[in-house]
Nanobody, 122 residues
Framework: QVQLVESGGGLVQAGGSLRLSCAAS????????MGWYRQAPGKQRELVAD???????NYADSVKGRFTISRDNAKNTVYLQMNSLKPEDTAVYYC????????????????WGQGTQVTVSS
């Protein structure tokens, strides 16, 4: 199986910055897309940003110009640099990977991290 370990969440004042990291490990054959979702209390989980293996990126309109996603393919790690944070960015952030495990090379699966809390105070 594939395991995802996230780090970097915390409490920050509005206007501040945080950097999230997510490392994938385990029986990985291929990783296609890596990304970040978030879920605020009482709201649905939403895509924040994702990045393909070739480096193509996709961002939610609400974070464009403030957040930057990147990945290190050699380390199977994805990063989310969050600048100019706003109170409305407060949520649990989840790492997401879409890829293929060595134990099931004909199947593309979705994997999720345990989530990391980001709290932005006003």
């Amino acid at each position: 199986q594939v395991q995802l370990v996230e780090s970097g969440g915390g409490l920050v004042q509005a206007g501040g910055s945080l950097r999230l990291s997510c490392a994938a490990s385990g029986s990985i054959f291929k990783i296609n897309v890596m990304g970040w979702y978030r879920q605020a209390p009482g709201k649905q989980r939403e895509l924040v940003a994702d990045i393909t293996s070739s480096g193509s990126t996709n961002y939610a309109d609400s974070v464009k110009g403030r957040f930057t996603i990147s990945r290190d393919n050699a380390k199977n790690t994805v990063y989310l640099q969050m600048n100019s944070l706003k109170p409305e960015d407060t949520a649990v952030y989840y790492c997401h990977v879409r890829g293929v495990a060595l134990t099931a090379i004909f199947q593309v699966s979705d994997y999720w991290g345990q989530g990391t809390q980001v709290t932005v105070s006003s």
